[in-house]
């Protein structure tokens, strides 16, 4: 199973973002997909989750409201569009892959294969 994050780059507040994580060698289905950052001298945390089988998401409170995360089944892609952003939100963003029944979305422990990391960086 391998993950690919792209899409990164630098914008100015309140400007947007598209990240798209392609997987292959696995079944989405029996999946879900996370999005995590982690900012200079910061601990990684959980951004979105997105379940393979029926889409349903979850979101950290500092991005409710202006990321989405979705997905294209077909493809095995996740997207993960970023609007409002915030300087905050700057941070090296990574994807990854755990079982669907994962109980807390938001941990490290839940994923299993994660693919390297997409620089976002905001300017104020």
């Known amino acids: 199973l391998q993950l690919q994050a792209s899409g990164g780059g630098s914008v100015q507040a309140g400007g947007s973002l598209r990240l798209s994580c392609t997987a292959s060698g696995f079944t989405f289905d029996s999946y879900a997909i996370g999005w995590f950052r982690q900012a200079p001298g910061k601990e990684r945390e959980g951004v979105s989750r997105?379940?393979?089988?029926?889409?349903?998401?979850n979101y950290a409170d500092s991005v409710k409201g202006r990321f989405t995360i979705s997905s294209d089944n077909a493809k095995i892609t996740v997207y993960l569009e970023m609007r409002s952003l915030k300087p905050e939100d700057t941070a090296v963003y990574y994807c990854?892959?755990?079982?669907?029944?994962?109980?807390?979305?938001?941990?490290?422990?839940?994923?299993?294969?994660w693919g390297q990391g997409t620089q976002v960086t905001v300017s104020s």
């Open positions: 990854a892959a755990g079982g669907a029944g994962m109980v807390h979305w938001d941990l490290e422990s839940e994923y299993d294969y």
């Open positions: 997105i379940r393979g089988s029926n889409g349903r998401t």
